[in-house]
């Protein structure tokens, strides 16, 4: 629940609240994600739908590989990120035709070649991607105009946020998203949800 995905549930609810929201819960996320739902479904007087992933799946790669397992090598993180995230995206997009997205290129240099329709591969459906031409000022001059509950991560120096053991706050100057697996190398800043 990042800045980009609040304005988008801003400018989804204004037009029909009745519209489908939804997230994923991967079970290890910080205590203000959770706030920032329970804000954003009483602002918005919606529903935001949580998508948790598969207990056993959890269970058993917890007790083959340890519950941080994601520390130990990017195999494993990927792993964690799959059935942590890719598998209730899978669950969540059934029956859809199309999803929306809140990339920006700015983000990441891996998302510079995005574009705002795109054919998502991975999940057989249009992606839209509204925001990706947005820089991140106009993605917080939105959310003060319109006055939207964000994620008070942000505040703490988090410009993106993700589970709590794989999130850190960055340092001045730091690209956004070097809080994001800190430990690994930058190449491989996505969790897979965003990659073509």
């Known amino acids: ?24 819960d ?3 996320m910080f205590a203000e994600t959770y706030d920032v ?11 935001i ?8 799946q959890v269970e058993e790669m917890v007790k083959q590989k340890g519950i941080n397992l994601f520390y130990d090598n990017i195999e494993n993180r ?15 997009l059934q029956g859809l035709d199309v ?35 947005w820089g991140e000022q106009q993605v917080w001059d939105y959310i003060e105009m319109k006055n939207i509950p964000y994620n008070n991560l942000h505040k703490q ?6 589970c709590q053991p794989c999130t850190r706050a960055v340092q001045p100057g730091e690209d956004i998203r070097a809080g994001r697996w800190w430990w690994e ?3 491989h800043k996505e969790c897979g949800l965003h990659v073509k």
């Open 78 to 92: 990927k792993q964690c990120c799959h059935i942590r995230k890719m598998v209730p995206l899978k669950r969540a």
């Open 185 to 187: 190398n930058a190449g």
């Open 26 to 28: 991967t079970g290890r």
């Open 37 to 47: 739902i329970d804000r954003t479904n009483a602002r918005y007087k919606i529903n």
């Open 99 to 133: 999803w929306i997205s809140g990339l920006r290129k700015s983000q990441l240099v891996t998302r510079e070649n995005l574009n705002v329709v795109e054919w998502d591969e991975k999940n057989g459906m249009i992606k839209l991607n509204p925001l990706i031409e």
């Open 157 to 162: 120096g988090f410009p993106s946020i993700g």
């Open 49 to 56: 739908e949580v998508f948790f992933p598969e207990r056993q």
């Open 1 to 24: 629940m990042g800045a980009e995905d609040q304005v988008l549930t801003e400018m989804i609810a204004s037009i029909d609240n009745k519209a489908r929201v939804f997230t994923l």
